[in-house]
């Protein structure tokens, strides 16, 4: 809002005009010298009281807000809010996103509110702090025709149990969302091309055909930042015998491997950061048993709240079906 005396000032302005059109006799001519409308004429004439206060702007605040939340929906969205939240193993305090709890909310407790008026009343509650605006980048966002088009792989770096790393191995299915994990114990050449193996076998039990796996610059994956390297890489020659293309994105361009790198901030929120683990073996149990979870009950908001598992089989369901 403009400073005070600036309102005034512009208020003495508008007093000025109305006297000016009332000893002229002509509105309409006295209105244009003024540089007003009829109508803005006969509104300020018709708020004018005789006091300079009747001519300053009043405040645009609405003076009601029907589609503001009640105190049960606040209470409503605090229980849910509170029930769902956790600590991690590092002591911090983590909420669930935003349109997942919107999600939960109307699927089980029957919210029918925006998700801008649940953000507000998040806010509201003291669960979101003002963070430092920064500028984002704008990406092309995109999806695969089909099951299999492109199987993106990476690998998470875990933390190490009893001073030994772990690296986690992730194929995921850029169409379903559907993906395939496991842990080693170092980054190496012959563990990716045994993981290739069992990732194809995995996608091949469940009727999808891979036509691309897409990879970055990694040496476990190819010798092309190497161009000394003259020999073929093991994994491009396990691609090559299944007569699958490999796809290589550019240097720093982390986000073409947005779909992967998602499941594992997923991972990473909803697992990792729970809990210890005493043992590799025990790690690779309790994960595995998780990505099941993942890819059969935890719906995804990018499926329109369905599973991976759900998606992979109204594709297939759908291309069994005969239009005559």
């Known amino acids: 809002m403009r400073p005070h005396y600036e309102r005034r000032a512009q208020a003495h302005a508008r007093l000025r005009n109305l006297r000016f059109v009332e000893k002229s006799g002509n509105v309409t001519a006295?209105?244009?010298?003024?540089?007003?409308?009829?109508?803005?004429?006969?509104?300020?004439?018709?708020?004018?009281?005789?006091?300079?206060?009747?001519?300053?702007?009043?405040?645009?605040?609405?003076?009601?807000?029907?589609?503001?939340?009640?105190?049960?929906?606040?209470?409503?969205?605090?229980?849910?809010?509170?029930?769902?939240?956790?600590?991690?193993?590092?002591?911090?305090?983590?909420?669930?996103?935003?349109?997942?709890?919107?999600?939960?909310?109307?699927?089980?407790?029957?919210?029918?509110?925006?998700v801008g008026g649940l953000y507000k009343a998040l806010k509201r509650l003291g669960f979101y702090i003002r963070a430092k605006r920064r500028r984002r980048r704008l990406y092309k966002r995109y999806e695969r025709p089909c099951p299999g088009a492109n199987i993106q792989?990476?690998?998470?770096?875990?933390?190490?149990?009893?001073?030994?790393?772990?690296?986690?191995?992730?194929?995921?299915?850029?169409?379903?969302?559907?993906?395939?994990?496991?842990?080693?114990?170092?980054?190496?050449?012959?563990?990716?091309?045994?993981?290739?193996?069992?990732?194809?076998?995995?996608?091949?039990?469940?009727?999808?055909?891979?036509?691309?796996?897409?990879?970055?610059?990694?040496?476990?994956?190819?010798?092309?930042?190497?161009?000394?390297?003259?020999?073929?890489?093991?994994?491009?020659?396990?691609?090559?015998?299944?007569?699958?293309?490999h796809k290589l994105t550019p240097v720093g361009t982390p986000h073409l491997q947005g779909k992967v790198e998602r499941a594992h901030?997923?991972?990473?929120?909803?697992?990792?950061?729970?809990r210890y683990y005493r043992s590799i073996e025990q790690l690779r149990r309790a994960f595995n048993s998780w990505n099941t979870y993942y890819n059969h009950q935890r719906p995804h908001g990018s499926l329109n709240w369905r599973t991976p598992a759900r998606c992979l089989e109204d594709y297939l369901n759908n291309q069994s079906v005969t239009y005559v």
């Open 30 to 114: 006295a209105c244009r010298l003024c540089g007003w409308s009829r109508k803005t004429y006969y509104k300020w004439k018709k708020r004018y009281d005789g006091t300079l206060d009747s001519l300053l702007d009043r405040p645009r605040t609405p003076h009601s807000h029907p589609r503001q939340l009640d105190a049960d929906e606040h209470a409503l969205v605090d229980r849910v809010a509170r029930q769902k939240s956790y600590t991690d193993k590092h002591g911090r305090r983590c909420t669930p996103g935003l349109h997942r709890l919107h999600w939960l909310l109307c699927t089980y407790h029957g919210f029918r509110r925006s």
């Open 153 to 245: 792989i990476d690998i998470k770096y875990l933390d190490p149990i009893k001073g030994q790393k772990l690296y986690q191995y992730t194929a995921l299915d850029e169409y379903s969302r559907l993906q395939f994990v496991r842990i080693y114990d170092e980054i190496a050449v012959c563990h990716s091309v045994a993981f290739l193996r069992l990732a194809l076998d995995f996608f091949q039990e469940r009727r999808i055909r891979v036509q691309q796996v897409q990879t970055d610059h990694g040496v476990e994956f190819t010798y092309a930042m190497h161009p000394h390297v003259t020999k073929e890489h093991p994994f491009e020659r396990e691609l090559r015998q299944e007569g699958i293309a």
């Open 265 to 274: 901030r997923v991972a990473e929120d909803e697992f990792h950061s729970r």
